[in-house]
């Protein structure tokens, strides 16, 4: 028979034994839970993660869409249309007997077709900016708010910066100039459009205003489905890694900032 002092040992040992065990239990059931706390959390991130690619890879399709349709309208509308207007002047000239009036059909012909070729240079010029190329960025830039001024619309370009941007980085900002003064052309009525390009720390700042009609961009950024213009602008600024930032009301223009770091 065991002696009170042996019952009082025992009973301590196996009282510290089961709180070792459920100490010990319990770290474990921690430490699966945590695990499968963070387990849960990285599957949240990474579902996250595909979805900004997947809305991404969207906004690009969109996009892309969206140019097409532009060109297969200013092909069919423009040039369909004047090409038509050409071929019946072409045709009438058979049935004329009149030198003068043949002369007069003709010079109409080829005026369309001189309008014609002039269309379809802007065209071109629309998908592929030759003239950074020929010209270089800033000078290209310049030269679209020069045809923005020819149009009847006041522009100003300031450009200060001098660092070398690569072939992604420029095309990407022409695209973005291009489209956020066609979309104030063609949405905002602007009477001055004004575009500043300037280095800072490392990062380089484009800023495109207009002063026209403007429009309600927090609930144009929340809609369900955004504006081409928007979409494209955003899935650009994405790709080149930048920083964009809209600031836009009914009846006070708008603004558009970003900032793409200089690699």
Do not use: W
């Not at 034994?17 to 239990?25: E, I, N």
């Not at 071929?87 to 049935?95: D, E, P, T, V």
């Not at 149009?151 to 100039?177: M, P, S």
Request: glycine share 8%.
């Amino acid at each position: 028979m065991e002696n009170p002092g042996e019952l009082e040992f025992s009973q301590l040992l196996f009282g510290g034994l089961a709180f070792v065990f459920v100490l010990a239990l319990s770290l474990i059931i921690f430490f699966l839970l945590y695990q499968r706390k963070l387990h849960k959390q990285a599957q949240i991130i990474q579902d996250q993660e595909l979805q900004y690619q997947k809305d991404l890879t969207g906004l690009v399709v969109n996009s892309q869409e969206n140019e097409r349709e532009r060109i297969s309208r200013d092909l069919h509308d423009e040039i369909g249309g004047a090409l038509s207007a050409a071929k019946l002047y072409i045709n009438q000239i058979q049935y004329e007997t009149s030198a003068e009036e043949m002369m007069q059909l003709a010079s109409n012909a080829n005026g369309i077709l001189e309008n014609t070729v002039q269309e379809i240079r802007q065209i071109a010029q629309n998908l592929s900016p030759l003239s950074i190329e020929e010209f270089g960025f800033q000078q290209a830039v310049r030269m679209l708010l020069t045809r923005i001024e020819a149009g009847g619309v006041n522009a100003e370009c300031e450009i200060n910066f001098d660092a070398k941007l690569n072939r992604q980085t420029e095309l990407g900002l022409y695209r973005i100039v291009q489209e956020a003064t066609g979309n104030a052309l063609k949405h905002a009525n602007p009477e001055l459009i004004e575009v500043t390009l300037n280095q800072n720390q490392g990062f380089l700042i484009l800023t495109i205003s207009d002063d026209g009609c403007g429009f309600d961009y927090q609930e144009a950024d929340n809609a369900p489905k955004q504006s081409m213009g928007l979409s494209g602008i955003k899935a650009r600024i994405s790709s080149l890694n930048g920083k964009l930032n809209i600031s836009s009301s009914p009846g006070s223009g708008t603004r558009i900032e970003l900032m793409v770091p200089i690699v």
